[in-house]
């Protein structure tokens, strides 16, 4: 099953400069797998210890990731972002 990731400026030089990317991924808890999988550039940036990092925020259609199961299905998600912590000033 596919699903669309939607990704910020900062991470899009990870797939090639896409704005987004497919990934199949069944559930929340196998996404990090298939992204290691399928786009290992943009995992070595998101993941740590085969979960997202501490400063990852994952949204599924909009809602908080962190709030939501791990056995989430993705079956009728559309769009998955990833937003890595932004620092600056």
Request: charged fraction near 25%.
């Given at each position: 099953m596919s699903v669309t990731i939607r990704l910020p400026?900062?991470?899009?030089?990870?797939?090639?400069?896409?704005?987004?990317v497919p990934?199949?991924?069944t559930d929340l808890r196998s996404?990090?797998?298939?992204?290691?999988?399928?786009?290992?550039?943009?995992?070595?940036?998101i993941l740590s210890g085969g979960t997202f990092g501490k400063f990852v925020t994952v949204f599924v259609d909009g809602e908080d990731a962190?709030?939501?199961s791990?056995?989430?299905s993705l079956?009728?998600?559309r769009t998955i972002e990833v937003l890595p912590a932004v620092s600056g000033g």
């Open positions: 400026a900062p991470l899009r030089s990870t797939v090639g400069g896409k704005t987004t990934i199949d991924a996404l990090p797998d298939a992204i290691a999988r399928q786009y290992p550039d943009l995992a070595s940036r962190r709030f939501l791990p056995e989430t079956a009728a998600a």
